[in-house]
């Protein structure tokens, strides 16, 4: 079965500086991964994907994500953070393709301070 | 890009008694919807898959007379909780997908609704 791990609970940055957040999945075959943020009482926002090719994944906002099948990773980073960006961010697999159920992770959530 | 809504955005009501959401894709057919539930700092867990025309697929541990789900038509999802109890509090997200034919589609989330009872 599918799994994903999100290692970090909570992370705290500083305004400006550089952002990674780490992803973990086990799956046995192509995996289809997502990046979502949530804000506090609101649904998801997609922020990127990868289903096939170049590794590195370009989304909005600024971020991008970075597939690496030999560490089963698809960490997301951003070069610089902005306040706004303070926000619970969920790394899913999809089971078998990008539109059946997906597995999430537990969250990062993201504190941006000054 | 595609919109999923969900109405109510929240509610509050009685033990004892059922509540009904709905999930609406405003601007694509969506064959197949998701329902998500997502208890206070937690995960999203998958609750059931329904498909347009035929009944819902529960999860493990997910009762179906409890959580019933209709999807009548190809933009209309219904989730209803019967007799509800305070721990089916929780925040419940639904999700659409135009189809399983391509594989390099998405599902796109709802706003969510969240569910109070007292």
């Known amino acids: 079965a599918q799994s994903v791990t999100q290692p970090d609970i909570h992370i705290t940055v500083s305004e400006g500086a550089s952002l990674e957040l780490r992803c973990n999945y086990s799956?046995?075959?192509?995996?289809?991964l997502f990046w979502y943020v949530q804000s506090p009482g609101q649904g998801l926002q997609l922020l990127l994907k990868?289903?096939?090719?170049?590794?590195l994944v370009q989304g909005i906002k600024g971020f991008e994500a970075e597939f690496k099948r030999s560490q089963s990773s698809f960490n997301l980073r951003k070069p610089s953070v902005h306040w706004s960006d303070a926000a619970e961010y969920f790394c899913?697999?999809?089971?078998?393709?990008?539109?059946?159920?997906?597995?999430f992770g537990k969250g990062t959530r993201l504190s941006v301070i000054a | 890009g595609a919109v999923v809504s969900q109405h109510p955005s929240w509610v509050i009501c009685k033990s004892g008694t059922s509540v009904k959401i709905e999930c609406r894709s405003l601007?694509?057919?969506?064959?197949?919807m998701f329902w998500y539930r997502q208890f206070p700092k937690q995960s999203l867990m998958l609750m059931a898959t329904?498909?347009?025309?035929?009944?819902?697929?529960?999860e493990q541990g997910v009762e179906k007379d409890k959580f019933l789900i209709n999807h009548a038509s190809l933009t209309l999802s219904t989730l209803t909780v019967t007799s509800a109890h305070p721990e089916d509090s929780s925040f419940y997200i639904c999700?659409?997908?135009?189809?399983?034919?391509?594989?390099?589609?998405?599902?796109?989330f709802g706003p969510g609704t969240r569910l109070l009872v007292l």
């Open positions: 329904s498909n347009e025309g035929s009944k819902a697929t529960y």
């Open positions: 601007d694509f057919q969506a064959t197949t």
């Open positions: 999700s659409a997908t135009p189809g399983l034919a391509d594989i390099q589609e998405t599902q796109y």
């Open positions: 990868y289903f096939s090719g170049d590794t």
């Open positions: 799956y046995g075959a192509t995996p289809y």
């Open positions: 899913a697999v999809g089971r078998n393709s990008g539109n059946t159920p997906l597995v």
